[in-house]
Nanobody, 122 residues
Framework: QVQLVESGGGLVQAGGSLRLSCAAS????????VGWFRQAPGKEREFVAA????????YYADSVKGRFTISRDNAKNTVYLQMNSLKPEDTAVYYC???????????????WGQGTQVTVSS
């Protein structure tokens, strides 16, 4: 069993930065791939970024490539999402999720956090 808690969301102006954290409990967290997803009001949940259990491979949605960076520290059971050059269209609730197999589909993930709100003002 893995429990996930996101933090680091908030209100930021366009062009600013935020770093989201996803803290996990569970001894086997280091064996899970982790993905970040986001959901804006009235829209479907969409893939943002994912990282393999070792951190050796990362994947990004085209909309965030070059602006967002996913990383992990397995010693701290934490995955990070560094978000730079934020745009108003990045406004959403951001969720982290864990899965044995890395995927860009939210249905592929077994465990989810409660989400953290990110609001980017223009």
């Amino acid at each position: 069993q893995v429990q996930l808690v996101e933090s680091g969301g908030g209100l930021v102006q366009a062009g600013g930065s935020l770093r989201l954290s996803c803290a996990a409990s569970g001894r086997t967290f280091s064996s899970y791939a982790v993905g970040w997803f986001r959901q804006a009001p009235g829209k479907e949940r969409e893939f943002v970024a994912a990282i393999t259990w070792s951190g050796s491979s990362t994947y990004y949605a085209d909309s965030v490539k070059g602006r967002f960076t996913i990383s992990r520290d397995n010693a701290k059971n934490t995955v990070y999402l560094q978000m730079n050059s934020l745009k108003p269209e990045d406004t959403a609730v951001y969720y982290c999720a864990a899965s044995r197999i890395i995927s860009n589909a939210h249905r592929g993930y077994d465990y989810w956090g409660q989400g953290t709100q990110v609001t980017v003002s223009s």
